[in-house]
């Protein structure tokens, strides 16, 4: 495929700006690759769409409040987005505007909060040390929530703290959130439950680059940033006994979905820790994922490229134009698709 063939023309009054009043009412467009066809429902039913024996398996990274604001000795506003912590008190940062921030720039924060912008490294970014080696627990108090750039407000709303977090985020480091997840509710879970559908979790700590577009002509050519991921062996062992035993296995988002991948080998679920920069792209023969739920993503976008791979292009992009028909809303904050 082309970059251009994952295209789409979408109204810009589709992205959604907010989340939907309560997680459970977002709309679900439920796609059935085997008889093609597409159903609207809404997500509280979702679990009526899975079976017995099947197991869910869900993204726990919790988003840090990467953004932060200060300013240089000279009284310049300064803006440091987090991205990777590399040793205790260090971290690879976007810095805005990083033109006038010199190597070696001091940039106070907030009170007791102090940090030195130092020199430039690939991707546009800057290293940042911080005075004090526990960073997350600053960034609890005076960081705020890093919401997409396609989220576009003149000013922040405080539910974003919990909004733009799963019901079930755990594990500290992602500077996105994984957004298929943000749906679910616990009378979700329970239906899941009353439904005899298991649930298990793995961590990728989602990183800057998910929302990087796909800038070269061909597909194969992007590479995707490795992102952090956990997969425990009780996680492994209970999707290979479920595998044994008849069971699909869902993945909720695209997260899930390549450390599944990555970590499927030889016919079974290995646990493992590390990096992943597994990128998936259409033709791939999926070998760790039966059912896939996701968000509505950006075009021309590794995460679309994922979608179209799983659900076949033809069929991904019509149901794209038809949740554009229907008034689907899009993105992060949007509503969700369940690929059978």
């Known amino acids: 495929m082309k970059t251009s063939d994952l295209d789409y023309m979408l109204p810009e009054e589709l992205i959604a700006q907010h989340p939907c009043e309560q997680r459970d009412e977002s709309r679900l467009l439920v796609l059935d690759r085997a008889a093609g066809s597409m159903t609207v429902d809404v997500f509280r039913n979702m679990p009526a769409y899975l079976r017995r024996g099947d197991c869910l398996v869900l993204n726990d990274t919790r988003v840090i409040r990467a953004r932060l604001r200060g300013r240089k000795p000279t009284g310049g506003q300064v803006e440091v987005f987090l991205l990777h912590e590399t040793a205790p008190g260090e971290w690879d940062a976007l810095v805005r505007p990083s033109s006038k921030v010199k190597p070696g720039t001091p940039v106070h924060i907030a009170a007791g909060v102090d940090a030195v912008v130092g020199e430039r490294i690939p991707g546009g970014r800057r290293h940042v040390?911080?005075?004090?080696?526990?960073?997350?627990?600053?960034?609890?108090?005076?960081?705020?929530?890093?919401?997409?750039?396609?989220?576009?407000?003149?000013?922040?709303?405080?539910?974003?703290?919990t909004r733009y977090q799963t019901i079930y985020a755990d594990?500290?480091?992602?500077?996105?959130?994984?957004?298929?997840?943000?749906?679910?509710?616990?009378?979700?879970?329970?239906?899941?439950?009353?439904?005899?559908?298991?649930?298990?979790?793995?961590?990728?700590?989602?990183?800057?680059?998910?929302?990087?577009?796909?800038?070269?002509?061909?597909?194969?050519?992007?590479?995707?940033?490795?992102?952090?991921?956990?997969?425990?062996?009780?996680?492994?062992?209970?999707?290979?006994?479920?595998?044994?035993?008849?069971?699909?296995?869902?993945?909720?988002?695209?997260?899930?979905?390549?450390?599944?991948?990555?970590?499927?080998?030889?016919?079974?679920f290995q646990p493992g820790t590390g990096e992943t920069n597994h990128y998936i792209y259409p033709p791939y023969d999926f070998q760790a994922v039966d059912v896939l739920q996701t968000n509505f993503h950006l075009p021309r976008s590794s995460l679309l490229a994922l979608v179209c791979a799983f659900g076949g292009p033809e069929f991904i992009l019509d149901a794209y134009r038809f949740a554009v028909e229907e008034r689907f809303r899009f993105y992060s904050y949007g509503d969700a698709m369940l690929i059978l």
């Open 129 to 161: 040390s911080f005075a004090q080696a526990n960073v997350l627990e600053i960034l609890e108090k005076t960081g705020e929530v890093p919401l997409p750039p396609y989220i576009q407000r003149d000013t922040p709303d405080a539910s974003d703290l």
């Open 171 to 268: 594990t500290p480091g992602a500077v996105a959130a994984p957004t298929a997840g943000l749906h679910f509710t616990d009378d979700v879970f329970a239906r899941l439950d009353d439904a005899g559908i298991a649930r298990q979790f793995l961590t990728l700590h989602v990183g800057y680059g998910t929302f990087r577009p796909i800038q070269v002509e061909r597909l194969e050519d992007h590479q995707l940033e490795p992102e952090q991921f956990t997969f425990c062996e009780d996680t492994a062992a209970t999707l290979n006994a479920v595998r044994a035993n008849g069971g699909r296995i869902a993945a909720v988002g695209t997260t899930v979905t390549r450390v599944l991948e990555t970590q499927h080998q030889d016919g079974l």
